[in-house]
């Protein structure tokens, strides 16, 4: 089954090309089912490629999927035209009434700041607080799962000596866990961050299990025991040439940073990297959208 997006957003066309299937309004409002109500609160930068990334993942499943983008009122985005904002995206105060089925929190480029020294970090609280009762579940990614770790539980993050930046292995702790049915015993990863959380921490909180962690890139998967909050502190939603792309937007800059690990073949940028995630993004999303939300959510919102 579909993704219902607006007919003119750019992600409709790279989309359509993957044979993604997603339809407009009129199509879906002819649809005799109840659809998944979906908003994303998008904190990247870029985020017309984070669109892409998500609805790519969030339209590979047989439920279909209403979607809504939010941006923050306390912080005006630099890097996506204000056309674009105006045009999909909408603000917190004109949601708040409502219900949502699913949320996605993404990451942002902030994880060296303390959190209260994030400019819309009051918002970004508020909006934590009100998915507690009126979202069946939210995922939240990299920098938005720091987040939600520190707000909900009191875990939280220090800084890295190096960036993590890389595909890493991971193993599974949890085997019985919906979240991570059909997966292998060994799954990749990509991760690109500065900082971490402890993974003895999140193990001695009562409310929080522990899915699936890397010896090398540490925690991954967390999930909150009532399926309220996911946390992944990777990217599975990345495409093959992200982290190519941020690791020439850092050499650029003149940062000291590495080459991403177990990424480019022979570890040479000048080759193009090989994809070892797809299949178990695709997976993840399909498993939270079905077990976490779709099985949860009640048919009628009270």
């Not at 579940?137 to 920098?143: A, Q």
């Not at 919906?178 to 991760?191: C, I, Q, S």
């Not at 999140?202 to 699936?212: G, H, R």
């Amino acid at each position: 089954m579909p993704i219902n997006i607006p007919r003119l957003l750019p992600a409709r066309a790279t989309l359509e090309q993957e044979n993604i299937f997603i339809m407009d309004d009129e199509r879906a409002t002819s649809q005799d089912i109840r659809p998944l109500n979906f908003l994303i609160l998008n904190l990247m930068p870029e985020k017309e490629k984070a669109e892409t990334q998500l609805l790519r993942l969030l339209g590979n499943s047989p439920l279909q999927v209403n979607v809504n983008f939010l941006k923050t009122s306390s912080y005006e985005s630099t890097h996506t035209s204000k056309q674009h904002l105006e045009q999909f995206y909408t603000t917190f105060p004109e949601i708040k009434h409502q219900k949502y089925d699913g949320m996605i929190i993404t990451g942002a480029p902030v994880e060296l700041l303390e959190f209260n020294q994030v400019k819309y970090w009051e918002e970004l609280q508020e909006i934590m607080e009100w998915t507690k009762a009126n979202v069946t579940s939210t995922l939240h990614i990299c920098w938005g799962a720091q987040a939600a770790l520190y707000y909900h539980y009191g875990i939280d993050k220090f800084e890295l000596s190096q960036k993590c930046s890389g595909i890493y292995a991971h193993q599974i702790f949890e085997q019985n866990d919906t979240l991570l049915r059909g997966f292998d015993d060994e799954f990749y990863a990509p991760h690109s961050r500065y900082t971490d959380v402890s993974i003895e921490a999140i193990k001695n909180n009562p409310a929080l299990t522990l899915l699936a962690a890397s010896e090398e890139a540490g925690a991954l998967l967390i999930a909150s025991k009532d399926r309220k909050h996911v946390m992944i502190t990777g990217h599975l939603e990345y495409e093959s040439d992200t982290l190519a792309q941020e690791y020439e937007r850092d050499v650029k800059k003149g940062l000291q940073i590495h080459v991403p690990e177990n990424y480019f073949p022979n570890n040479d940028p000048s080759q193009p990297p090989i994809n070892r995630w797809r299949s178990h993004g695709h997976l993840f999303f399909s498993n939270w959208l079905n077990y976490y939300v779709y099985q949860e959510t009640p048919f009628i919102w009270k």
